[in-house]
């Protein structure tokens, strides 16, 4: 989107904003009113008294006041737990604080010796070569903002789930800026045989979880990812290595990884078999398909939350896809009668996450909101009808559905499934 276009919507955003300036003056009335009253530059307690001269512990914490925003379990808990989930709806922007990235692993989190890891590359390549993480950050390096969504996210609303805040449907998706070397130019180190076009990768994890990736994606835009927003990967984020595939399903950017073999074909393993397959009507399940396609959902407001009182609000969120760039949100406000474009703030980069915004005032009345996205590739975000007619009524993976919030007359806001 050039500048031109940019400021024209952001004026527009902006015009629209004022057309509604009734509505945020009547939800401000008590708070003006309430700076009439001879207390109201009284001295806080906290201005009183000498601040905190070093935090403790070193490693820099939240407010106190923000102790909610954490990541939180599947709803309900597993005997072992195995994931947890971003609170999407309590984040500003698009970056995902690491203590905040989702969790997804499959026999727990191992605890790596960086300086005892190495990374074996081997196959059909024409010198196999063991890589110490010494070796592997003496390489160019660079730095991308990318999302990253697990395959299972949102799967609990295909199958009407008791689910009730975006960060229970919708938290496992997060994006950070992800660090490393470029995949291609270890294998370029090693020397690809030509009758290569698969490669394995193994992690140092108790499952050994394993995922066949083509080398096309390798070549591409894959990543040895060893830090994150700008500092070391954490411990369930795979320190001290990670692969990371832009726009592939979570599952397949393997962490703690050990081990890349290039092959002539997938090598069929239990991760793309028994799971992360699409079952079809007729039983029979659907291979590798790896992307990610185009979403939304609205985070503010959203589930559990309460509007307090008429007027104002901006109803927010965000919106990613797979398939490149987010080229525009429409949101709606009457359960999809009618849309209205959104919107995006910058950044808009390629299989990123994007902020939406959209000014609404509400009159009190019952009211549904609704987003969906539309990127570059042309790809419009479904209904949750459309998509199991497309796919199948079996379908776990991939939801890319339309999420509804029902806002009730006391202000309420609830799941809309």
């Not at 190495?118 to 160019?140: A, K, T, W, Y």
């Not at 990812?225 to 726009?247: D, K």
């Not at 008429?310 to 797979?322: D, H, L, P, Q, T």
């Not at 005032?361 to 042309?378: E, F, I, Y």
Request: charged letters at 20%; aromatic letters at 8%; hydrophobic letters at 35%.
């Amino acid at each position: 989107m050039s500048n031109d276009k940019t400021l024209t919507k952001r004026r527009g955003f902006l015009k629209a904003s004022l057309a509604v300036g009734t509505g945020v003056s009547g939800a401000l009335t008590s708070n003006s009113a309430s700076a009439q009253s001879n207390t109201f530059l009284e001295i806080d307690p906290w201005t009183k008294t000498q601040g905190a001269t070093f935090v403790n512990p070193p490693y820099g914490l939240p407010s106190k006041y923000e102790k909610e925003v954490v990541r939180r379990l599947p709803n309900p808990a597993p005997i072992f737990l195995t994931a947890s989930r971003t609170p999407i709806q309590n984040l500003h922007g698009i970056i995902t604080p690491n203590g905040l990235h989702f969790e997804r692993h499959h026999a727990g989190v191992p605890d790596i010796n960086p300086d005892q890891h190495r990374l074996v590359v081997h196959g059909l390549v024409d010198r196999p070569m063991i890589f110490s993480m010494e070796n592997i950050m003496r390489f160019p390096s660079e730095s991308k903002i990318y999302f990253m969504e697990c395959s299972g996210n949102s799967a609990a609303e295909l199958k009407r789930s008791a689910n009730n805040t975006a960060q229970q449907i919708h938290g496992l998706i997060s994006c950070c800026e992800w660090t490393g070397v470029r995949v291609s130019t270890l294998l370029q180190e090693c020397g690809i045989k030509p009758q290569a076009t698969w490669v394995l990768a193994e992690g140092a994890d108790g499952a050994a979880m394993t995922r066949s990736i083509p080398l096309s994606k390798m070549l591409d835009d894959a990543i040895l990812a060893y830090a994150q927003n700008g500092e070391m990967l954490r411990a369930e984020q795979g320190y001290p290595l990670r692969l990371f595939l832009p726009s592939y399903e979570g599952n397949m950017s393997i962490k703690w990884l050990r081990r890349l073999k290039l092959g002539t074909e997938p090598w069929q393993t239990r991760e793309e078999t028994s799971a992360y397959t699409d079952l079809r009507e007729n039983g029979k399940a659907l291979q590798f398909t790896f992307k990610m396609e185009v979403k939304s959902v609205i985070t503010q407001p959203s589930g559990m939350m309460k509007l307090k009182s008429k007027g104002f609000y901006e109803i927010s969120g965000i919106a990613w896809s797979g398939n490149g760039k987010i080229r525009r949100v429409e949101v709606s406000t009457d359960a999809g009668k009618t849309w209205q474009e959104a919107m995006l703030q910058e950044p808009v980069m390629d299989k990123s996450l994007v902020r939406f915004r959209y000014p609404w005032v509400w009159d009190g009345a019952p009211a549904v909101l609704m987003s969906r996205a539309v990127d570059t590739s042309g790809d419009v975000q479904p209904t949750m009808e459309a998509l199991i007619k497309t796919k199948s009524a079996n379908t776990f993976y991939h939801n890319n559905a339309i999420q509804p919030w029902q806002v009730a007359a006391n202000g309420e806001v609830t799941n809309g499934r």
